[in-house]
C-alpha cells in the first residue's frame, strides 16, 4: 500500500528543464559556478528567488542587486532555449473565512493538478497548512483527499512555492510574514520524503526565507520506516502522529496505514523519535461521533500514551461526503479531554471555525470539483460559514 518512502517523481524533469526552485543552495551554486560564475552569483539569485520571491525570468533580470554577468546567465538559462524554468503555481481561486483569520489558496500545479495550501493568522502569529502530495494513497475514510486517491508526489520545487505564496500573500496585506508551517494539507508527507525534507531544508535557508526548523510540524498518518528515518537522518522538524483510534482494530477502521504498521510498531517509534529529539510529539485525534469519542476511548488513549511526552490534538470531524459521520459534540469533545488530563496527557481542542469548519484537508478541492469544474480565472475572495 502507498508509495515507497523516498520516492520524488519529477514531472519537469520529463521535458530536460528542472525548475529553479527544485534546486537546494549548494545545487545552484553548483549550476552557476560549472557555468563560470563566482560562487557570490548564487546567493544573489537564490535570496532573489526565496527571498524576495521574484516569480519571473523579467523579475530577475531587472533585480537591482545583479552584476551583469548573473544577469545574462539568466537571460541565456531561464525559459526557451535554457536549461532551467521558474514554473509558478496558479491561484484557481481563493476563500477567506468570515472571522477573516484563515485564507484557504486553491493552485494549479503545471499539469493541471491542484492543490490546496492554507494560510492561518491567529494573533499575529502565521502558519501556513502546505500540500505535499496531488491525492493521497493511504485511503483513511474520513478524508476527502484519501477519497480522492492518490495522484502524484509534489516536487520540492511545488512544496517550496506553495510557501511563497503564503509568504506573498502575508506581504501584499501588510503581514509580519510566516512563522510556522504544517505538513497538513493533501497527502503523507512521509511518502514524498525526499521531496519533502528536500523544500524544508531550502525554506529553512539562512540566504533565503530563513524559516526556524523547530516551527515547522510534518504530520504523519504514521509510516514507520519515514519515522525512523528521520530519527537516523536527525531531522529537527516536530512530528505530528496522525492516530484517530487506540487499539488495532478500531484504528484500521478508520486507518487504513493501521494494517501495515500496527500500533505497537507505530508507538516503537514515537519512542525512538522523543527519545532521540528529547522533545515530545503530538498525536491527533479527530473525533467522531459514537465512534472514537467516548470516555474509555480516552481512557485507553491515555494508557496507550503512558511514557511517551505527548500532547494531544483533538480535532472535531469535518464532514466529508464519502464518510457516513458526524463531529463530536463540545459536551463530549470536552469529556474525553478531561479524561486524557487524569491520565497526565495535555491536549487541544481544536476551535470550528474558518479552516476547520469548511476547508478540511482536500475538502475545497473535492467541493470545487463537484460543484465547479476548475477554471483557470482567479476568483475573488468569498466568506465562509464559520
Ligand atoms: N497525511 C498526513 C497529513 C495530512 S492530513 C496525516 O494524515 O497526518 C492532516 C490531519 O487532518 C490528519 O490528522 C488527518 O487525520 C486530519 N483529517 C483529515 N480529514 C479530516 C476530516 N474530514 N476531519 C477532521 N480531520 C481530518
Ligand atoms: Fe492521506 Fe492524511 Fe488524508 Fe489519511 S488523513 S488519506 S494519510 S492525507
Given at each position: 500500500m502507498g508509495t515507497p518512502v523516498g520516492n520524488v517523481s519529477s514531472p519537469d524533469s520529463a521535458g530536460g528543464e528542472r525548475s529553479l526552485?527544485?534546486?537546494?543552495f549548494p545545487e545552484l551554486e553548483q549550476e552557476l559556478v560549472a557555468d563560470?560564475?563566482?560562487?557570490?552569483h548564487a546567493q544573489t539569485l537564490f535570496r532573489a528567488i526565496h527571498?524576495?520571491?521574484?516569480?519571473?525570468k523579467e523579475a530577475l533580470e531587472a533585480?537591482?542587486?545583479?552584476?551583469p554577468p548573473l544577469r545574462r546567465w539568466v537571460g541565456g538559462q531561464?525559459?526557451?532555449?535554457?536549461?532551467?524554468t521558474l514554473p509558478q503555481l496558479e491561484v484557481v481561486s481563493e476563500v477567506l473565512s468570515s472571522d477573516g483569520l484563515t485564507r484557504k489558496l486553491l493552485l494549479r500545479l503545471a499539469d493541471g493538478q491542484v492543490v490546496e495550501t492554507v494560510l492561518m493568522g491567529f494573533s499575529g502569529r502565521h502558519t501556513a497548512c502546505l500540500s505535499?502530495?496531488?491525492?493521497?494513497?493511504?485511503?483513511?475514510?474520513?478524508?476527502a483527499t484519501g477519497q480522492m486517491g492518490f495522484v502524484r508526489n509534489l516536487t520540492p520545487g511545488e512544496i517550496v512555492s506553495q510557501v511563497h505564496r503564503a509568504q506573498s500573500a502575508l506581504r501584499a496585506s501588510g503581514?509580519?510574514?510566516?512563522?510556522n508551517l504544517v505538513?497538513?494539507?493533501?497527502?503523507?508527507p512521509l511518502n514524498n520524503y525526499d521531496a519533502v525534507m528536500a523544500a524544508l531544508e531550502c525554506v529553512c535557508d539562512s540566504r533565503g526565507l530563513?524559516?526556524?526548523?523547530?516551527?515547522i510540524t510534518i504530520s504523519t498518518v504514521g509510516v514507520v520506516p519515514g519515522i525512523l528515518r528521520m530519527v537516523a537522518e536527525r531531522r529537527p522538524y516536530p512530528l505530528a502522529v496522525s492516530l484517530h483510534g487506540s487499539t488495532d482494530a478500531e484504528r484500521s477502521a478508520l486507518v487504513p496505514a493501521g494494517r501495515r504498521w500496527p500500533l505497537d510498531e507505530l508507538m516503537d517509534a514515537c519512542r525512538e523519535y522523543t527519545t532521540a529529539t528529547e522533545g515530545r510529539i503530538f498525536f491527533e485525534w479527530t473525533l467522531i461521533a459514537g465512534r472514537n469519542d467516548s470516555p474509555e476511548h480516552a481512557a485507553r488513549l491515555g494508557a496507550l500514551l503512558r511514557g511517551i511526552p505527548s500532547h494531544v490534538n483533538l480535532i472535531p470531524l469535518n464532514p466529508t461526503q464519502g464518510f457516513d459521520g458526524t463531529a463530536t459534540q463540545g459536551g463530549a469533545a470536552k469529556r474525553f479531554q478531561e479524561v486524557l488530563k487524569e491520565a497526565g496527557i495535555p491536549s487541544t481542542l481544536r476551535q470550528r471555525r474558518g479552516i476547520d469548519v469548511a476547508?478540511?484537508?482536500?475538502q475545497l478541492r473535492a467541493e470545487r470539483t463537484r460543484t465547479?469544474?476548475?477554471?483557470n480565472s482567479t476568483r475573488s475572495p468569498r466568506s465562509v460559514s464559520s
Open positions: 526552485l527544485d534546486l537546494s563560470g560564475l563566482r560562487p557570490i527571498h524576495d520571491l521574484a516569480t519571473t533585480h537591482p542587486g545583479f552584476l531561464i525559459g526557451t532555449g535554457g536549461r532551467f505535499t502530495q496531488a491525492g493521497c494513497a493511504m485511503g483513511c475514510v474520513f478524508c503581514g509580519t510574514g510566516l512563522r505538513l497538513m494539507g493533501m497527502g503523507e530563513n524559516l526556524g526548523s523547530s516551527r476547508a478540511g484537508c482536500g465547479d469544474p476548475v477554471t
